[in-house]
């Protein structure tokens, strides 16, 4: 998307959006902002007033996930929009707090390296360093329930970044 052929009115409605989604997250009105922009984004992105483009890029550069459709039927999740003026997109709730899964590493064998959760909150220790796939985490190495020792807390956020490395010395 373009912004050469922004008029004077465009930059107002930028500025004034800028200022909205200022004011609504000092005033924690921000569910507010996310249900008018989301109204506004009902419909191919090229054919979104620029206000509310700029609006949506600022809001996923704060942190918001980003959601497009070709459709409007099923959604995916993008980690990076491209924001093709014929795709619909929607700003998701921001994600809530990361809260990384703990354990008492002076309890659990000196072979365990890696502490991971999976999208159910099961606990698993791992020999080497797992990677994720579309629901789980792949091992690809031995592995053990970590949801069995009384000293493993479960983590909170996106389960994908709920991994730990176990302290050198631990």
Same mark, same amino acid.
């Given at each position: 998307?373009?912004? /050469?052929?922004?008029?004077?009115?465009? #930059?107002?409605?930028?500025?004034?959006?800028?200022?909205?989604?200022?004011?609504? $997250?000092?005033? /924690?009105?921000?569910?507010?902002?996310? @249900?008018?922009?989301?109204?506004?984004?009902?419909?191919?992105?090229?054919? %979104?007033?620029?206000?509310? @483009?700029?609006?949506?890029?600022?809001?996923?550069q704060e942190?918001?996930?980003?959601?497009? !459709?070709?459709?409007?039927?099923?959604? !995916?999740?993008?980690?990076?929009? $491209?924001?093709?003026?014929?795709?619909?997109?929607?700003?998701?709730?921001?994600?809530?707090?990361? %809260?990384?899964?703990?354990? /008492?590493?002076?309890?659990?064998?000196?072979? #365990?390296? #890696?502490?991971?959760?999976?999208?159910?909150?099961?606990?698993?220790?791992? !020999?080497?360093?797992?990677?994720?796939?579309?629901?789980? #985490?792949?091992?690809?190495?031995?592995?053990?329930?970590?949801?069995?020792f009384a000293s493993?807390? @479960?983590?909170?956020? /996106?389960? @994908?970044?709920?991994?730990? $490395?176990?302290?050198?010395?631990?």
């Amino acid at each position: 998307m373009s912004i /050469d052929n922004a008029t004077p009115e465009d #930059w107002d409605a930028i500025v004034q959006a800028h200022h909205a989604g200022v004011v609504a $997250q000092s005033d /924690d009105k921000s569910d507010h902002l996310l @249900r008018r922009l989301n109204a506004a984004l009902e419909k191919p992105f090229g054919e %979104v007033p620029i206000y509310w @483009r700029c609006l949506a890029f600022a809001m996923w550069q704060e942190g918001y996930r980003i959601e497009r !459709s070709t459709t409007g039927a099923a959604w !995916s999740r993008i980690p990076t929009p $491209q924001w093709n003026p014929n795709s619909l997109y929607r700003i998701a709730e921001k994600p809530e707090e990361l %809260v990384l899964p703990s354990i /008492d590493w002076s309890h659990v064998a000196p072979e #365990w390296r #890696w502490l991971v959760q999976n999208p159910g909150g099961y606990g698993s220790l791992t !020999s080497a360093r797992p990677s994720p796939s579309c629901s789980e #985490w792949v091992e690809g190495c031995n592995y053990s329930d970590a949801s069995g020792f009384a000293s493993f807390r @479960r983590g909170k956020g /996106d389960w @994908r970044k709920l991994i730990v $490395q176990r302290p050198e010395g631990a």
